[in-house]
């Protein structure tokens, strides 16, 4: 090993290869393993079909979260192939001794809202989970990422994956955000830039002042939408706000154990000097309130520009027309006015409690409006308890919103919360793929911020106008 | 062998020239609820091939049935978004054996080597070059050729080496997965837990 600076990744990376193989890809071990509902049903029928055991249970994370209703959770579950899902998971998680955190226990949620706010998610482990928006827990200087099914089976019998490394790609913004403009903005606008590709083979690390300034669950809206630029996962520094953030809850280190963690933490930064095989710099100053106007993440745009010509894209004419074909718009379209029949506010982007601070500081005093189905589901039942010591839930009530109760929902659309074909929806969710929220659904990916303003104006707003 | 062995394929190939194809497209989310890996090859690409009322749609390559054969060529990006590895099978299942094109999301890439699929990268040009072939005539032959990593047009002999890491491409022509390699070190990983901090 030679002695060149290194970056957060490398320290990261290096600490935990357990062999290289030669002309192969490293096998990594993995500190925590996060299972879900829909992608280790397989994967325990693969173990019992090779007749293996998880080799560290206590690693190994279950919630029910993908296929979840989000009202009546008391009731058992309609569909039927959700229901065996979901008993796949209890029963699985008690076969081999697991911590399950059900429909209906009070620690239940998304399976990336309810790592970090457990203190499971911990600076300088690798994390993964059969779902792509694991890059979500590098918010913590963790390297996360999404596996397939296949490699679930794998982390249950060896609690190692087998990975080639990636490249390196740093991700600067400087400045200051303006008022209205929030995390989700900041990541939306990079992808507009580097494209739903531009980040592809490359694991991203976001740094600059904006980063530095920015909340534990802004920087978790950005790492969770590494992937939608094509990346491997995306990490950003752990500092003080990290650790203040960390500090005292459930599963996070105390006492001694404190104490040496911290040490090891204050060392995770990448060293002056050090090589990224990639690098973008970007300005604060040029970004505002952003929404998508077609169906992959990277056609994004400021919400006071017009929706650009198929040339101005660099991308192929046909599949520019299909995209705008599907969502019903048109070259040099302003997307300020157009109409809104849903909002979606929740995920594991946006459905923390700081992102119902900003829905609700919007809607405070006005009203939703008629035209328009919202749907407010929290990340967890502890961010749904937030919501209501915070008042937050008397705001929304007045306004004439309805909480729901926590799961994936109208992100994938696994359950009822589909989007009915050919309707528009507002959505702070990370994917606004033809068909993502319900077959025909029309998604137009946004900050919590403009899906509030939307919801109360019932087309498309500038969110700065009712601040 | 956790897959059949992949050494020389020789097939005609389907065309699908739409760049960014990705896997909510591939398999749609409502087929994630499945507890065995079962029927996944009927839903490929199900929302694009047929009509809500399941009738067949007449534009759709796959249910064109003058192309058929193990080979699928896509645009670039093919295969972005979700991890659900269920895209994977969803190809193999229907009995694709191999993936062509001039781009792959990383996710999916890697999904499809676990389970025996050989994604193969060309250049653009190349990419080109196979979707003119086959359009001037369907039955166009592809040779896919693992030991020697290339790819060529058969009627014409035109070819282009692509790229494969070692491991997987060892792992491919003997049918291995990764779960052999890893039980195979067992003692060593138990060890090496031992020295976490946490």
């Known amino acids: 090993m030679s002695n060149l ?28 393993h996060f299972i879900h509902e829909v992608t280790s049903p397989v994967a325990f029928l693969g173990l019992e079909n090779r007749g293996l055991k998880v080799m560290f249970p206590e690693k190994t994370f279950a919630t029910a979260d993908h296929n979840t209703p989000t009202i009546n959770q008391h009731l058992p579950v309609q569909d039927p192939l959700s229901a065996n899902q979901l008993k796949a998971l209890e029963v699985n998680s008690a076969k081999y001794g697991i911590s399950h955190w059900g429909l209906g226990n009070p ?96 694991f991203v690390e976001f740094a600059g002042e904006v980063f530095e300034n920015m909340s534990m669950e802004g920087r978790m809206t950005v790492c969770n939408m590494s992937i939608e630029m094509g990346a491997r996962g995306g990490m950003i520094a752990p500092d003080e706000t990290t650790f203040n953030y960390i500090n005292g809850r459930e599963k996070a280190p105390k006492g001694e154990a404190w104490d040496k963690a911290l040490a090891y933490w204050k060392t995770l930064k990448t060293e002056e000097g050090a090589r990224f095989d990639a690098e973008h710099i970007y300005d604060a100053a040029d970004i505002e309130p952003m929404i998508t106007y077609g169906t992959n993440p990277g056609m994004g745009m400021g919400i006071s520009q017009h929706i650009p010509l198929a040339e101005q894209t660099g991308g192929s004419k046909a599949s520019y027309e299909k995209s705008l074909n599907y969502m019903g718009f048109h070259e040099d379209d302003a997307m300020l006015g157009k109409k809104v029949d849903y909002v979606f506010i929740g995920s594991c982007t946006n459905g923390r409690i700081e992102d119902f601070r900003a829905f609700a500081s919007i ?93 109360v104006t019932g087309v498309v707003t500038d969110p700065r106008e009712l601040l | 062998m956790a897959y059949d062995k992949f050494t020389v394929l020789k097939s005609s190939a389907v065309p699908m020239p739409i760049e960014n194809v990705d896997t909510d497209q591939i398999i749609p989310a409502r087929f ?77 890439k890697n999904n499809s080597l676990n389970i025996g699929i050989l994604p193969v990268t060309v250049s653009a040009g190349f990419l080109d070059k196979i979707f003119s072939a086959i359009e001037a005539d369907p039955n166009t032959e592809l040779e896919v050729n693992l030991p020697e990593q290339t790819i060529t047009i058969l009627a014409t002999g035109e070819q282009e080496s692509f790229e494969i890491n070692s491991y997987k491409k060892h792992n491919l022509m003997n049918g291995y997965d990764d779960i052999d390699y890893l039980q195979a070190m067992k003692e060593d990983i138990k060890g090496f837990a031992e020295e976490r901090i946490y």
């Open chain 1, 5 to 32: 600076p290194k970056t957060l990744f490398d320290k990261v990376w290096d600490a935990h290869v357990v062999r290289k193989i030669q002309d192969g890809p490293d096998v990594l071990f993995i500190d925590r």
């Open chain 1, 363 to 455: 809607v405070k005093g006005r009203k939703k409006a008629d035209n328009v189905t919202a749907w407010i589901v929290p990340g967890s039942h502890i961010v749904e308890q937030q919501i209501k010591d915070e008042g937050i839930l008397d705001i929304l009530t007045e306004a004439g919103f309805q909480l729901r109760q926590p799961g994936c929902s109208a992100c994938l659309a696994m359950n009822d919360d589909k989007i009915p074909a050919g309707k528009y929806a507002v959505s702070t969710s990370n994917r606004n793929f033809e068909g993502r929220q319900g077959p025909g659904a029309r998604t137009m990916l946004a900050s919590p911020l403009v899906a509030a303003a939307a919801a």
């Open chain 1, 107 to 202: 620690k239940n949620g998304i399976v990336h809202v309810v790592g970090p706010e457990n203190g499971i998610t911990l600076p300088g482990m690798t994390i993964v989970c059969g779902d792509s928006h694991t890059s979500t827990h590098g918010a913590f200087g963790a390297i996360a990422f999404g596996i397939g099914t296949s490699e679930v089976e794998m982390v249950l019998s060896s609690q190692c994956i087998m990975q080639p490394k990636p490249k390196k790609m740093r991700l600067v913004v400087n400045g200051k955000l303006g008022k209205g403009i929030t995390p989700k903005d900041v990541v939306l606008y990079i992808i507009s830039k580097l494209t739903a590709a531009g980040a592809t083979g490359y």
């Open chain 2, 32 to 108: 994630l609820k499945a507890t065995k890996r079962e029927g996944f090859g009927d839903n490929l690409f199900r929302d694009w091939r047929y009509n809500a009322d399941d009738t067949p749609k007449a534009d759709f390559i796959l249910n064109n049935p003058i192309y058929s054969g193990k080979i699928l060529v896509g645009g670039k990006n093919f295969g972005s978004g979700s991890s659900r590895e269920h895209a994977a099978w969803a190809i193999y299942d229907y009995g694709f054996r191999c993936v062509v094109s001039s781009f792959f999301a990383d996710i999916f």
